[in-house]
């Protein structure tokens, strides 16, 4: 992986992301749509509030014979790991390893608020180790 390089330089696919009323009915079957693992949630301004998993939703399926309805505000993880459009390749990498997580939201702040500006996944560096290789 080339040196210097940020997690804008990286990513290859833009934010899919739901709201926090969403049913998880809705979640997965946009998972299963565009073949990913997880959604950014979004409150009303666009500003970050978590994240909702394929992890989660098997955590619903499990604890709920009506997980369909249940929402996202159910289940989504509100500890968030977050990056800056800055922040270098090898510092995300870092993360992704120490948290045991699969992806950072990179996010821009304002005013104390995150908004998501990407999503930067250990597929993305599976993706680039592969290209460069």
């Keep these: 992986m080339k040196q210097g390089r940020t997690?804008?330089?990286a990513k290859r696919y833009?934010?899919?992301?739901?709201?926090?009323?969403?049913?998880?009915l809705d979640v997965?079957?946009?998972?299963?749509?565009?073949?990913?693992?997880?959604?950014?949630?979004?409150?009303e301004a666009e500003a970050l509030r978590g994240i909702i998993s394929?992890?989660?939703l098997l955590q619903a399926c499990l604890e709920h014979d009506e997980w369909a309805v249940q929402t996202?505000?159910?289940?989504?993880?509100?500890d968030v790991?977050?990056?800056?459009?800055?922040?270098?390749?090898?510092d995300v990498a870092e993360l992704l390893l120490q948290n045991h997580i699969h992806?950072?939201?990179?996010?821009?702040?304002?005013?104390g608020v995150q908004y998501p500006v990407a999503v930067v996944?250990?597929?993305?560096?599976?993706?680039?180790?592969?290209?460069?290789?």
Excluded: N, W
Aim: hydrophobic share 45%; net charge negative; proline share 1%.
């Design 72 to 78: 996202v505000a159910d289940y989504m993880s509100t």
């Design 81 to 90: 790991v977050t990056v800056t459009p800055q922040t270098l390749l090898c």
């Design 28 to 43: 997965a079957r946009l998972l299963l749509e565009r073949d990913i693992s997880s959604l950014v949630v979004l409150d």
């Design 54 to 56: 394929r992890t989660d």
């Design 121 to 133: 996944s250990d597929g993305d560096f599976i993706y680039h180790m592969v290209k460069e290789a």
């Design 14 to 24: 833009g934010i899919f992301s739901c709201r926090v009323e969403t049913s998880l």
């Design 103 to 111: 992806r950072v939201v990179v996010v821009r702040e304002e005013d």
């Design 7 to 9: 997690v804008l330089e």
